[in-house]
């Protein structure tokens, strides 16, 4: 299926980013009582994927939505490609976000529209030229392999095909961060394979910087020990039990961080939450 | 069952109208800034505009009907029984028209805009559009502003022809009034303030409708039934805002026409 990889054939576009693109200090939330984040820290540097684990619960998808500042923190800072986004208005964070590629917890397709215009809204928006537009959509649903889904409703879709429009949609206007908020949450274990897949093969070919939100522990450990082939059009195991260098882990549990760095610093850690919960 | 103290109340609802003002405020800014999404103004007048036709034509002329019988009934005491097309005419154009096309527009068009945005809000479709760049208030709140003010303008004026014409009907076919002194009467006891009483009306009920209703859709919380519960909240406050803001317009404007 050579059609499927018309994005990951492209040039790989190198990270411009010098500086960390995400850059999280002293961060905290509360809804009304509930202290949801408390006084979190932490970067992610270009083409690095962050994967950030922890029970249900605690924070992770508040913590995307505070990265792309649909949601503003009671304290801290948050930089974003170096800009401070708790200090923005909400006009001037539209062009930094156009920067941003985010896929929802529940895909948060446009339900009035079909596949095709949820995937070209962003390209609809700015302006571009309707062929240009009908390309780069043909092109990013091949790369999540769904092009014939192009006329259809979200309605008409699985909960993993929902999934895969929504990956498409983040990718196709090919941002240097992309933000997956639980990407295989309510998924089975064949579909979570599939959208993993498709992380990796954002990750591996055009070096995407990515933070994955997830609490399945099977999905983070693949994408750490696991790469993408293009020419096989599939994920392999690193040879050698390798490891993926560029993707990291930060753990949150009750609003806190309790880990944040490498894979192997993971497995070998001695705190006992975090091996009762690897466990 | 969790009772709210005096204290929360007063603050969440000076919150609520602070909100409230602010997406107001918004959303009519837009106006003045691009881009404006035409396309979906025009889809939103369609929806609004020649989807409530058919409840307007019909609450008008019924209205117009019923306005007749009783007046009549009233003014035939007085053996001013001729006068009836006066009457039909003024209640229909200064407060009738508008305010009961407004309310038949807010039951069926506040509802759908709090139920569809907060639909939209529940399943994060709203932080979507926000995330891939787009104003939310500046593609559903404005064009649903814009389009419900000046299609209730024309439904309006829709409304004042047909409940007239509906007096006409009863005052000629059932109370045999003379068809031509009737439309004369009425045509002649209106004047200048009473039109203009009747067409500025719809303009403020317009916005009351449109912005109420993306208001409550936009801050629906907790799923399905947040859904309901802002649809319904959209209906009430749409409906008694309307009703206090005749009063305050109609106040206005004896005050300043004297009529």
Known sequence: MPETTAIAEQPSPQPQQTGPVVVFEHVSIAFEDNHVLNDISFSVEPGETRIVLGPAGCGKSVLMKLTNGLIKPDTGSIHVFGEDVTKMRERDLYPLRERVGMVFQESALFDSMTVHDNVAFRMMEEGMPEQEIDRRVLESLRFVELEDAVDKFPSELSGGMRRRVAIARAVVSQPELILYDSPTGGLDPITSTTIIELVMKQRDVSHTTSLVVTHRLQDAFTLATHEYDVQAHAMKPIPNKGIDAKTKFLVLNEGKIVFDGSTQELVHSQDPWLREFLS | ?259
Do not use: H
């Open chain 2, 1 to 259: 069952m969790k009772f709210t103290s005096p204290e929360d109340f007063v603050k969440s609802s000076v919150l609520a109208v602070q909100e409230y003002t602010l997406l107001s405020a918004r959303a009519v800014t837009n106006l003045f800034t691009g881009p404006t999404y035409w396309a979906d103004v025009y889809t939103q007048a369609d929806s609004i505009g020649i989807g409530s036709l058919p409840i307007v034509i019909l609450t008008g002329f019924f209205t117009g009907c019923v306005l007749a019988l009783q007046s009549a009934t009233a003014l035939s005491n007085f053996g001013a029984k001729n006068i009836t097309g006066q009457l039909v005419s003024l209640s229909m154009v200064k407060e009738l028209g508008p305010v009961l096309t407004s309310l038949m527009v807010s039951g069926r068009n506040a509802s759908g805009m709090a139920s569809e945005l907060g639909s939209m809000q529940v399943t994060e479709q709203i932080d979507a559009m926000r995330a891939l760049g787009t104003d939310p208030i500046r593609k559903l709140v404005t064009p649903r502003i814009v389009s419900t003010v000046v299609m209730l303008f024309f439904l309006t004026i829709i409304s004042d022809a047909i409940g007239t014409l509906g007096g006409a009907m009863v005052s000629i076919f059932m109370l045999g009034l003379d068809g031509p002194q009737y439309f004369n009467i009425a045509y002649q006891t209106l004047m200048y303030p009473d039109v203009l009483q009747g067409l500025v009306k719809p303009v403020f009920f317009g916005f009351i409708i449109a912005s109420i209703g993306c208001y409550f859709g936009m801050k629906t919380r907790g799923g399905t039934q947040g859904v309901g519960k802002a649809t319904t909240q959209a209906v009430v406050f749409s409906s008694v805002l309307i009703i206090v803001v005749d009063f305050l317009i109609s106040r206005t404007m004896i005050g300043i026409f004297g009529r």
